[in-house]
């Protein structure tokens, strides 16, 4: 995403004057088997050709079949930063879709809803109602034959005539997907879709509702969603091998991988639990390569004392952790951001470890390839942290130049000398993977036991000491490397908010909406959480206070994870906590609302 | 003589295999589990670069530090998925990983399941005494009924596991059971097992002197026991080889597990089923082949051409 400094508020009241759209909040409510996830996938794909900027939210049922599911895009001719906090347009399938959503559109939003399913109260006047038989002219268009499937298509038909997009781009996209299935399957998407395309609602609607053209720059534009993207990361950053178990929402990633990786020479294998698929990617990294497991939530609880293993044995390896709602079971398709102090301190012992989390959906290519880099440099494992509401938006923005990040997968098993020693008190850990030959004759144990320079086991109460440093070291020296974050908006003044993951558009969004109130408002987002940039209070002196964002719970002191965390580098009682547990992305008013509370408890 | 001509590899000792004294006690079993395998490594002269040794936790897992060759100690339970993250992406080395009943059959018992149905392609030599050793003396998953440890202090009461039993109806396609008393059937065993393509497992009778002396004297013919040697079919076209073992007969090796104590010993099931190295390198054969030599930077490139 390219970093606009002009505020754009998707608040209707802020648009301007001219007749075409800047953006619009269109949110999509049926069941999860009515398909509205391709609608709303075609419309961020469509948004990728069109220079527009999108970003989706979706809700999936945790149940195996059926239930009640959203689509939200959030489409715009410029930056669009959040999913957006109320809907413009509602499309409701059934009546429970029109009972749950309406709230969620704005006054004066318009409700387009199926007249063979939903009655709605008409007598509502904050809204404009369009009621179409969505269900009976879609099998009208069909020829009867398709009971009630192809109404995604034909909405998708309304909602193309409806906000002016390109029809001729949408076709080459739906042929593009539907074209490989077979060519009836193509017949009646197009019919259903031609079928919304021409339905008589302009009159209906009363103003146009056309979106201005796109002004995002680059012809190289990709959509797609955040686990995808940290595939393609994966890829990019030479990781060739890997193993996992499923658990939702990590297993498109592990599915992704078990496809891809054969097609690079590589190998992804699914374990018979998370303890062994952690274990494997382990085998996979002593064998000399760098390599991936990941899980959500319950399985990185499980993955614990391999990763104590990894951080004493000094293996390289990527771990990604979709975080989701805990604890236990939990809210497994919720967003939640409570896994941070699990990926920092989950293991026993002293076990330093990497942690990073990407900010949204492009970022998770580029967090894959900082992983590999910091794996392979410091020979550590890396947890990402990534989450449900990254995991499956979709979002459109630039394609990343391979040419300059695609990273070469080697593996290193030139002979060794008689100096070779894998844990030098006085370097960094290079191990010598199986089948490099010593040639001074001895070769090497990598242990979980405390061990001397050379491996062997030794509880020598000095040799403790100076290895334990050793691992802590290499993570402060780390510390060094990382740039300081970025600071959004004012650089100085009231408040700065702070936060981490999936909550950077929104917290940009609410920075410009407090600064547009006349706020001196900044915003940080820290993508290195362990070990953190080195500075920030430096940062965080220029204001009057430290807002710290984040989707977990208050704690037992009033704070959340990472102002825990910040409280007790910096013991700066400024930072304070804006924190959430409602299973949802956080909403730019409460944001606003979480930040002023804290002015005003101050 | 060319200068450019490469030196031969130099021939593989027991003396370069030697690693660290042993910490086991005198009189365990174990050592003679370590002298067998040096001995079939020296004979079957494996590169000494491609010989990677994989234990998880327990006395008999303490195997890697003995053995002068590359090798990683892991975690109580987790050798196997370990060792398979390493058959799987180096199928240029030997991988061998070695434990203990504890770590077998109990806290690993799941992924011993597993390793054996995927068919994963390495060695693991079960060293099983009947009881935990390295933390003094608790029940463990082989313990017979009665068994008096700390944690049974009035005798054990949970039935044993049945090694082979176990083995065969997981679907380990080389299963053999030797005893540590016996280096020459050992060695005999492990010999076979390296060769066998695929997961190969032996189980050895190995004796913890400390805490439970005397527990396999029933197989031990000096002792008064009995080591009878599985008679195995030659296929001879005799009238009497009707009646020998057929190492792929599954039902046949099932029945022969259920012998009471001490059963019998040899090759209790061999099987030429593809491995799992075999089946993922397929895979990975077949999708290089209909990309046409693209390399790795324009496969991912089509993959965002597809997302555009």
Redesign the interface.
């Known amino acids: 995403m390219t970093t606009a400094s002009a505020p754009s508020p998707s608040d209707a009241s802020t648009r301007s004057s001219s007749d075409k759209l800047k953006d619009a909040v269109i949110r999509l409510a049926g069941n999860s088997q009515d398909g509205i996830q391709t609608v709303g996938g075609f419309l961020a794909?469509l948004a990728?050709?069109t220079a527009q900027e999108v970003m989706t939210y979706m809700t999936i049922p945790s149940t195996i079949s059926g239930g009640p599911s959203i689509f939200q895009v959030h489409i715009g001719s410029g930056e669009v930063l959040s999913p957006g906090d109320d809907a413009d347009f509602l499309v409701a399938f059934y009546q429970h879709s029109y009972k749950d959503h309406i709230s969620s559109l704005r006054d004066g939003g318009v409700c387009i809803y199926d007249t063979d399913e939903v009655e709605p109260d008409l007598t509502d006047r904050r809204f404009t109602f369009i009621g179409i038989p969505i269900t009976t002219t879609t099998i009208e268009a069909l020829g009867g034959s398709a009971r009630d499937r192809g109404k995604n298509m034909f909405v998708l038909g309304l909602l193309t005539s409806i906000f002016d997009l390109s029809r001729e781009k949408l076709t080459a996209i739906i042929d593009r997907q539907f074209g490989k299935k077979n060519e009836s399957v193509l017949r009646n998407a197009m019919l259903a879709f031609d079928a919304g395309y021409s339905y008589p609602i302009s009159e209906s609607l009363g103003r146009d509702y056309g979106i201005a053209p796109g002004t995002m720059e680059g012809d190289?534009?990709?959509?797609?969603d955040g686990n995808?993207m940290m595939t393609?990361g994966l890829?990019?950053a030479g990781v060739r091998?890997g193993?996992g178990y499923p658990i939702t929402p990590w297993s498109p990633i592990m599915e992704s991988l078990r496809s891809?990786l054969?097609?690079?020479?590589?190998?992804f294998?699914q374990?018979?639990?998370e303890?062994?698929?952690v274990?494997?990617?382990?085998?996979?990294?002593?064998?000399?390569?760098l390599?991936v497991t990941g899980s959500s939530g319950p399985g990185l609880s499980l993955k614990m004392?391999?990763l104590s293993?990894a951080v004493m044995?000094e293996l390289p390896l990527i771990v990604i952790n979709v975080q989701r709602g805990g604890p236990s079971t939990g809210l497994p398709t919720s967003v939640e951001q409570s896994d941070l102090l699990q990926a920092i301190y989950g293991s026993h012992g002293d076990a330093p470890r990497v942690v990073l989390a990407p900010q949204d959906v492009e970022d998770c290519f580029y967090i894959a390839l900082e992983a590999g880099r910091i794996a392979r440099k410091y020979s550590v494992p890396v947890i990402i942290l990534s989450d449900q509401a990254i995991s499956s938006r979709i979002e459109a923005f630039a394609?990343?130049n391979?040419?300059e990040f695609?990273v070469?997968?080697e593996l290193d098993?030139a002979p060794r000398d008689e100096s070779f020693k894998p844990y030098p008190l006085d370097g960094l850990t290079r191990h010598?993977?199986?089948?490099?030959?010593?040639t001074g004759?001895?070769?090497?144990?990598?242990?979980?036991?405390e061990h001397d320079e050379w491996g062997?086991?030794t509880a020598n109460p000095e040799l403790h000491q100076k290895m334990t440093a050793r691992r802590r070291n290499k993570l402060i020296a780390l510390a060094e490397e990382i740039a300081e974050p970025e600071i959004y908006g004012d650089a100085e003044g009231d408040s700065l908010l702070v936060g981490w993951g999936s909550t950077y558009g929104p917290i940009r969004e609410a920075v410009d909406r407090m600064r547009s109130n006349g706020e001196k408002v900044g915003a940080m987002q820290i993508r290195h959480l362990n070990p953190l940039p080195n500075g920030l209070d430096k940062s965080f002196a220029r204001f009057s206070r430290v807002a710290v964002i984040e989707i977990n719970g208050s704690g037992l002191y009033g704070c959340g994870q990472l102002a825990t965390l910040l409280r007790a580098r910096y013991c700066d009682p400024r930072i304070q906590s804006v924190t959430k547990t409602d299973g949802l992305a956080f909403k730019i008013r409460e944001i606003v609302a979480g930040v002023e509370n804290l002015k005003n408890n101050a | 003589m060319s200068t450019a001509a490469p030196s031969p590899p130099e021939k593989l000792t027991k003396k370069?295999l030697t690693?660290?004294h042993p910490t086991w006690c005198p009189g365990c079993g174990d050592f003679a589990v370590l002298a067998a395998f040096y001995k079939v490594l020296e004979k079957l002269q494996i590169p000494?670069?491609?010989i990677?040794t994989?234990a998880g936790i327990g006395c008999s897992s303490r195997f890697?530090?003995f053995v002068?060759?590359?090798?990683?100690?892991?975690?109580h339970g987790?050798a196997l998925?370990?060792?398979?993250?390493?058959?799987?992406?180096?199928p240029?080395?030997h991988v061998f990983a070695f434990g203990g009943d504890g770590d077998g059959f109990s806290i690993g018992g799941?992924?011993l399941?597993?390793c054996a149905r995927k068919n994963v392609n390495l060695t693991y030599v079960i060293m099983d005494n009947s009881v935990y050793g390295l933390t003094k003396m608790q029940t463990s998953p082989t313990s017979p009924i009665g068994y008096k440890s700390k944690t049974d202090p009035t005798g054990a009461i949970d039935q044993p596991v049945n090694p082979m039993r176990k083995l065969v109806a997981s679907g380990a396609s080389f299963v053999a059971r030797t005893h540590a008393s016996q280096v020459k059937h050992m060695m005999e065993m492990f010999e076979r097992a390296i060769k066998h393509p695929g997961f190969s497992v032996v189980e050895v009778l190995s004796e913890c002197v400390i805490f439970y002396p005397g527990a396999f004297d029933n197989s031990i013919p000096r002792k008064g026991g009995e080591f009878e040697v599985i008679d195995e079919r030659k296929w001879d076209e005799t009238s009497e080889d009707e009646s020998r073992h057929d190492v792929t007969d599954f039902s046949a090796a099932m029945r022969l597990s259920e012998e009471a104590s001490p059963g019998k010993f040899g090759t209790y099931y061999e099987v030429d089923r593809p491995s799992k190295n075999v089946l993922?390198q397929k895979?990975?054969d077949?999708?290089?082949a209909k990309?046409g030599g693209a390399s790795?930077?324009e496969?991912?490139?089509a993959?965002?051409n597809q997302?555009?």
Not at chain 1, 262 to 267: A, D, H, N, V
Not at chain 1, 441 to 449: D, K, M, N
Not at chain 2, 68 to 75: E, K, R, T
Request: hydrophobic share 40%.
């Open positions: 794909r990728g050709r190289h534009r990709i959509a797609t995808q393609c890829l990019a091998y193993a891809e054969p097609k690079y020479g590589g190998l294998v374990g018979e639990d303890l062994a698929a274990s494997i990617a382990l085998g996979m990294a002593y064998s000399g390569h390599a004392e391999a293993y044995a394609e990343p391979l040419d695609m070469e997968a098993i010598a993977p199986p089948g490099t030959p010593l004759g001895i070769y090497p144990v990598v242990t979980g036991l062997h086991p | 370069m690693a660290d000494h670069e491609k990677v994989i890697p530090y002068n060759s590359h090798g990683l100690h892991y975690i987790r998925p370990l060792a398979t993250g390493i058959s799987l992406s180096r240029d080395v799941n992924h399941d597993h993922e895979w990975i077949d999708s290089k990309l790795d930077k496969v991912l490139q993959r965002f997302m555009k």
